[in-house]
């Protein structure tokens, strides 16, 4: 099973990079399954929190970030070994 | 104060949008802003152009859009944005732009331009524009005009109190007013439309004030919407409204005689902008 990041999207506001935030909660540890459009972690910018998703079906395998991590459009938030592909 | 929830959902169409305005080097406002809406819009394939670059010449201070020295115009930028609509396959488009104090037009004729070339390359596109003040240059305001938009936008954005401190120096409250008044007399069918970004201290009255005077210069669509901070280097909130203190000011807005109100905290000047050119010019022709 291929491991993959789950990260901030880089493709939210694409071209208006440099906003920052920081981790309010984080909803799934390791050894959990996820499923693609899951909420996996919730990140709190100036105007908004952002309840960020998964892209993949698989298993929680790796959470790199805790409530209050400084956190930034790529920022890696969790790894999962994928379903389904490889 | 508890902020919004946005879920960031991205799927096929969003790609396909954030591509091709890439591509094409059009700015949006949905990316400038941070538009809390852009996952909606984008993922069902529109979005808000933002003409005459990225950089803007005012420093309103509830506004997350660059400001400083902009760009020379590109003279290509409306035969993009009109590319951009035929590859999108859009019948409604909102285009908006950053101000330019340093153009001797404010960037009216190139705003004039791009409504022109968005309607030849797509001849059955309704196009919705919000504009910036131009200084209340009437020839300006006509040049627009002229070109045949079918909806034309101004924000007054605050009441008359806040104005000053909200917007740049060089916007106003009377200012705007004469903007969507002129662009009215100028053309008596065109529908006009203008925003209030609530929650920034004014009060209940301020409001209500500012929509009697929107509706005064002939205004057909009001948007009210939830002013969230973008960063810290704006404006605090002072208040976030509950989406019943919306629906009491929407019931008074359409009592003041708007054929359409948008009011809701995520509401945005270009939001569901063809459902409410539809339903206004339903209700204009009805009554």
Redesign the interface.
Known sequence: MPSKAIRV?E??????GG?RGRVVSVLKKPGDRVSR?E?VV?V??????????SPYDGVVSEVLVSQGSPVEPGSELMRVDVVGEG | ME????????NER??VV?GLV?RLSI?TV???A???N??ECWGGGVATFMIMG?VCTRGCRFCYVRKGRPQPLDPMEPLKVAEAVRILGLDYVTITSVDRDDLPDGGARHFAETIRAVKMLNPSVKVEVLIPDFRGDETAIRAVVEAGPDVLAHNIETVRRLTPIVRDWRAGYDQSLKVLRVAKELNPSLVTKSSILLGLGETFEEVVEAMEDLRGAGVDILVLSQY?????KQLPVAKMYSLEEFKVLEEIAYKIGFSYVVAHPLARTSYKAKEAYMEAVRRLRGS
């Open positions: 999207p493709e939210l506001w694409p071209r208006r906003w459009g909420p919730e709190e910018i100036e105007k908004a929190v952002l309840v960020i998703e | 902020k919004v929830r946005i879920r960031v959902s991205l969003y790609g954030a890439s700015a949905c990316e400038g941070l538009c809390p852009i996952m990225d969230l901070r973008p960063s810290l």
